[in-house]
C-alpha cells in the first residue's frame, strides 16, 4: 500500500509541475514576443557548405603577415548551426534561427528540457576576441520567462567556443565585427 501511494503521489506531482511549466510558459514569453528574425532564415546545405569553403578559402589567403576576412551572414550561420551542432544531439535546441545586429548574436529555437513540453527560447550573445580566438559570451538566455537552467547553457556556451576553437584554430584572430545581417572576421595565418 505504501509502494502504490507514493507511485502515484509521484505520478501527480509529476502532472501538476508539467502543467504549471506550461501555464507559466503559455502564459508568458512576452520578451520572446518582441525579439523575432529578420524573416525566416532557411536553412540549406549550400549556405552550410558555402560559409566552410569561404573558411578555408580565407584560410588560403591568410599568411602570418597578411590579413584574410571572413564574411557569415545570417542564412549561413543558421544552417552551419544547424548541420553542425543540432544533429549531433548535443544542443537541445530545434528549428535554430541565428542572426547579427547592433553588435550581438541573436539566436531563437525550440527547447525541450524536460518530457514533450517545447518552450521558444532566445540567446543573446556577443562575440570578443581574446588571445587570438573568437569567444562567444551570452549576456541572455531565456526559455519562455524561465531562464536557462544552467546546465543546458553551460552545453551550449561550450559546444559553440569549442566549435569555433576548433574551426578557426589555425587563425589568429585580429578583430571582428558584427553588423546587420553579417559578421565580419579578421585575422592572419598562425603556424605559417
Known amino acids: 500500500m505504501v509502494v502504490l501511494t507514493t507511485y502515484f503521489t509521484k505520478k501527480i506531482m ?3 509541475s508539467l502543467l504549471l511549466l506550461v501555464g507559466l510558459a503559455c502564459g508568458s514569453g512576452s520578451a520572446l514576443d518582441n525579439i523575432k528574425p529578420p524573416g525566416e532564415i532557411p536553412v540549406s546545405q549550400e549556405s552550410a557548405d558555402r560559409l566552410e ?4 578559402q580565407a584560410l588560403q589567403e591568410a599568411t602570418t603577415n597578411n590579413e584574410s576576412q571572413l564574411r557569415i551572414t545570417n542564412e549561413e550561420i543558421t544552417s552551419l548551426f544547424a548541420k553542425e551542432l543540432v544533429e549531433t544531439g548535443r544542443v537541445p535546441l530545434s528549428n ?3 542572426w547579427f545586429t547592433s553588435g550581438r548574436i541573436f539566436i531563437t529555437g525550440g527547447v525541450k528540457p524536460f518530457g514533450p513540453v517545447e518552450f521558444n527560447s532566445l540567446i ?3 562575440a570578443v576576441v581574446d588571445n587570438g580566438q573568437l569567444v562567444v559570451e551570452v549576456q541572455e538566455a531565456r526559455m519562455g ?3 536557462f537552467p544552467d546546465t543546458i ?3 551550449i556556451t561550450q559546444t559553440v567556443n569549442e566549435a569555433l576553437t576548433t574551426a578557426l584554430s589555425e587563425l589568429n584572430i585580429t578583430r571582428l565585427e558584427i553588423l546587420e545581417g553579417e559578421m565580419f572576421v579578421v585575422g592572419t595565418r598562425s603556424g605559417v
Open 53 to 56: 569553403d569561404n573558411f578555408y
Open 153 to 155: 547553457l553551460e552545453s
Open 145 to 147: 520567462s524561465f531562464d
Open 124 to 126: 543573446v550573445a556577443t
Open 96 to 98: 535554430p534561427q541565428i
Open 14 to 16: 509529476a502532472v501538476l
